[in-house]
Every structure is written in structure tokens, then in C-alpha cells.
């Protein structure tokens, strides 16, 4: 399942971590992980091509909710402005 912004749910089904691909501004990376990692035990950021902005990030399944709310609060500070609706 991909989005406006690319985000993308793995379809394999881990048993206590999902995945969840993400296409951001590339010079937004370091923002998001800075975010992340402030929640402490939220999720795990993986960047898989930094020039084209795609990262991976791992979180347990238990709180993919809050971390859905998390990235929806912050999404216009994710994307280029030129990007006016997104939806995760």
C-alpha cells in the first residue's frame, strides 16, 4: 500500500515488529529521527537511500497507532512545501 508521500506497509507478516516505508525530503532525515528517537523504544529509523529520502522504520505492532498519529502530527515538516496533501 503506497501513498501520496510514498509510505508503504510491508505486507510480511513479522510477529512483533511491522515496517513501515517512508519517501521524505531527504533533508528531512535527520529531523525524523531526531523525533523518533526522543520517543525512546517507539521505532527504529533505517535509511535506505538518503539522496532520494527513503528510509525504513521498524516499530512494534502494539503501538502502530500512536505512531501513525506521531507521523501525521509532523508530516508537513516531512515533505517539500510544494506537497500540499498528504495522507498517511
Known sequence: MVNEIGLEKSNRS?????????KISPERIHFLKFILEGYDGMALLSTKDPG?????????????????????????????NTQKDIRL
Open 14 to 22: 513479522e510477529k512483533y515488529c511491522s515496517l513501515l516505508r517512508l
Open 52 to 80: 532520494q529520502g527513503l528510509v525504513e522504520v521498524r516499530y512494534p505492532v502494539e503501538i502502530e497507532s500512536e505512531l501513525k498519529d506521531l507521523l501525521q502530527s509532523i508530516k508537513r515538516q516531512l515533505i517539500k
